[in-house]
């Protein structure tokens, strides 16, 4: 009996330490889970996610910073797909970052690379509204960068080589043709005409002489034309010098012949005035001598007796 329950005693502390170490394992792998990965959610729209399964790498430059946790075809919406990542928490993911699908050539399995922007500065931390995670945009891969580059470079080619067919038509090569002959007939009429050309170009070289030997001569004329102006402009200045010191003397003349004129009419006035009142006085005695003479008697036998004296009236 003392056996049975020894092994029953450590039968129990086996399970015990059992059930702890269990324990202490999910709860260690609960706080990795919780507090040393993040999870991000990305939409492709574009990109083909061919070969991509759960578990798949995520990387960022080259590197597994996570693995693909789960993804689904939304209904309604055929081309597009909803993938969750989960990503170590030291991972360096900003804001701006897209989520690229790379795959690889020989086994064709697919990652899912994160590229930060050049000039990140805050961590992608925003969750939008009516999710439960932050949301990576998708971008564009390399390949479908290299897909776009090569239609585009065969789009450019092809355009070239239908401009080089044009360019080598029947039309286009008969009309070449008759410029090369027209060039011909030129360059034979040129040929004819060099030695006329040259004895132009002489006899323009030699017009150019005679045009410098003028051109010396007019220089000297000039010359000597200004040398003359200048001393016109010269006499011409002294001339002016000396009209305007005349023009003063004659306004000084001037301003004193009209102080003589003004003073002399005034006095004329006055004579003029005085003799007015002379020939005004001797016109009164004139006139009352004229009275006087109109009745001699009066003035010989002085007056009548029986005139009315002065202020006297008839009486009736």
Known sequence: MESEARYIRVGLATLILAALLIGGLFWLAGRSGTKDQERYIVYFRVQSLEGLQINSDVRMQGIKVGKVMDYAILPGEAHKVRVLLQVDARTPVMDGVEAVVSRHLVTGLAAIDLENPPQAQAPLTLVPEGEKYPVIPEGVSQLAKVTDNLEELSKTSQ??????????????????????????????????????????????????????????????????TTTQLNAVLGNA????????????????????????????????????????????????????????????????????????????????
């Open 159 to 224: 355009e070239a080589l239908d401009r080089f067919n044009t360019l080598l038509s029947d039309r286009n090569q008969r009309a070449f043709a008759q410029t090369l002959s027209n060039l011909d007939s030129v360059t034979g009429d040129l040929k004819k005409t060099m030695p006329e050309m040259q004895t132009a170009l002489v006899s323009v070289q030699h017009a150019a002489d005679q045009m410098d030997g003028l051109g010396a001569e007019a220089r000297t004329s000039l010359q000597s």
């Open 237 to 316: 200045s002294a001339t002016l010098v000396s009209s305007r010191a005349t023009l003063v003397r004659m306004d000084q003349e001037v301003t004193t012949l009209s102080s003589q004129v003004k003073l002399t009419t005034d006095l004329a006035g006055q004579d003029i005035q005085s003799t007015a009142q002379s020939l005004r006085e001797a016109g009164d005695a004139l006139k009352d001598s004229g009275r006087a003479l109109s009745d001699p008697a009066r003035v010989l036998f002085g007056p009548n007796p029986h005139g009315l004296g002065p202020g006297e009236e008839i009486r009736k």
